[in-house]
């Protein structure tokens, strides 16, 4: 085991905060039907007695229920989250107050304290882990392989984390089974569009208290999470500018309405600058020398590499704390550029941010619950290396969401499925 201490050896007042984390967690657990139907059965069948797992997410009400309903199925857990800013700390708390919890997630950590949070989950020798963005699939396997051969399987949370993944995969490198929950319809058709693109933009308008309304918005990356932000910022009356390296994506976002164009073009005239590729070095120093005077900087993807600070630190003459989640970066002639959220992303990160939507968040842990739980069932059916989820468990969360609403919908005949499964039905 390491030294590294729970948060609730971390805290002045722990007492206090676990009242508020509770809070928290029960406003969320109040809009979570899913996971109501996912906890009461796994409390009553108790599918992961005997397990342990660990878990790197963020560490906020939504994702707390998730941890609870996993304990309360039988496991145990031992949890930290997979960014230093996304962490609420009282209900980190209220976690760890649980006797099958232990949570080592806490706010405002450096790089050093954040991977050592990391080294202390796994110390608990998981048989199962659940990540978002892969940070225990790969500490596992670079420095714990001997704990492999334990591990029944993973989940993994987020577009780049399963990226990650894949890559490992085809190198040959993942030695145990992990769900792609990120890649299922019920996760990334509602979390990534609607969770993403309701929840930065909220961020970045409370952070800032700017309007929308006729800015020029810059979104980089036309992908799930792009396509949500696009299309709310414009039902915000924003002007969407859509950046793109891949053509079909791109011409999407053409015949979606969207003024397409490149980067160093969309710099001169865009007010806001929204990141959501995934990939690096997307907002760079040959573009802030061409943006206009207080333009906003924010990045919604999972690393803080979209936007290059390094090269815009260089370039600035002074830097200061312009409102609370927004650096000023001033440049030599005057002009001062805007981060929010220190480029992390922006929807967890923020000091006002909430993350997604309970609702939505509803939907993805309902699926990395009944990911967890098909592990364990039918381990023998996965190898190692990356799995879709199976559909039907797909179909079951959204099922159970739909009754939840109470929306009703069509069910086929036998005829049509018949038809629909045949072929030698022509004109
Ligand atoms: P995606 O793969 O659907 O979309 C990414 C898009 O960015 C692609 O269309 C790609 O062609 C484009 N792209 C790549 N490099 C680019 C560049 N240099 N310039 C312009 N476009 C570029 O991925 P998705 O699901 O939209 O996720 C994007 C990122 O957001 C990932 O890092 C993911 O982990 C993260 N994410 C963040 C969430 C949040 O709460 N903020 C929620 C879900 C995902």
């Not at 729970?6 to 979570?32: C, F, T, Y």
């Not at 924003?238 to 160093?264: C, F, K, Q, S």
């Not at 002639?333 to 000091?351: F, Y």
Request: charged share 25%; aromatic share 6%; glycine share 8%.
């Amino acid at each position: 085991m390491t030294e590294y201490p729970p948060i609730s050896e971390q805290l002045d007042d722990v007492d206090a905060a676990r009242v508020e984390g509770r809070r928290k967690m029960d406003w969320a657990a109040q809009h979570m039907p899913i996971m109501a139907a996912v906890r009461e059965e796994f409390e009553a069948d108790q599918p992961l007695a005997g397990e342990r797992i660990a878990m790197a997410m963020h560490v906020e009400a939504k994702t707390a229920i998730l941890v609870e309903t996993l304990a309360d199925g039988g496991a145990e857990v031992a949890v930290t989250g997979c960014n230093p800013l996304s962490t609420h700390d009282d209900v980190s708390a209220a976690l760890d107050a649980h006797d099958s919890i232990t949570s080592y997630a806490k706010r405002g950590v450096n790089d050093e304290e954040y991977y050592e949070a990391i080294h202390a989950v796994i110390a608990h020798e998981p048989t199962i882990t659940v990540d978002d963005g892969m940070d225990l699939v790969a500490m596992v396997h670079e420095e714990y392989p001997e704990l492999i051969d334990g591990i029944v399987g993973g989940a993994e949370e987020t577009t780049t984390g399963v990226h990650r993944l894949r890559a490992m995969d085809a190198d040959g490198a993942l030695d145990y089974p992990v769900f792609a929950v990120n890649d299922t319809p019920m996760k990334r058709l509602f979390d990534n569009v609607h969770g993403t693109g309701e929840s930065s933009l909220a961020s970045i308008a409370m952070t800032t208290n700017l309007s929308w309304a006729g800015k020029n918005v810059v979104v980089a990356g036309f992908g799930y999470c792009g396509k949500g932000v696009a299309r709310k910022a414009a039902g915000q009356n924003a002007n969407v500018i859509v950046t793109e390296v891949e053509p079909r994506r791109a011409l999407e976002a053409h015949m979606e309405g969207y003024d397409v164009m490149p980067m160093a073009e969309a710099a001169e005239v865009g007010d806001v600058f929204l990141t959501t590729t995934g990939n690096r070095d997307v907002v760079v120093r040959e573009h802030f020398e061409k943006m206009k005077d207080g333009v906003l900087l924010a990045n919604a993807g999972h690393f803080d590499i979209e936007i290059d600070l390094d090269a815009l630190s260089d370039l600035a003459v002074e830097t200061y704390e312009a409102r609370d989640g927004v650096d000023a970066y001033v440049l030599e002639d005057g002009r001062r550029l805007n981060v929010v959220a220190e480029g992390r992303l922006v929807n967890l990160a923020a000091p006002v941010s909430l993350g997604h939507p309970v609702e939505v968040m509803d939907q993805s842990f309902g699926i990395q619950a009944v990911c967890v739980r098909e592990l364990l069932e039918n381990a023998d059916a996965y190898g190692p290396g990356v799995h879709d989820v199976p559909d039907d468990l797909d179909r079951e969360i959204a099922e159970i969401k739909l009754a939840a609403e109470g929306v009703e919908f069509d069910a086929l005949t036998d005829v049509q499925r018949e038809y629909m499964g045949s072929w030698d039905h022509g004109t």
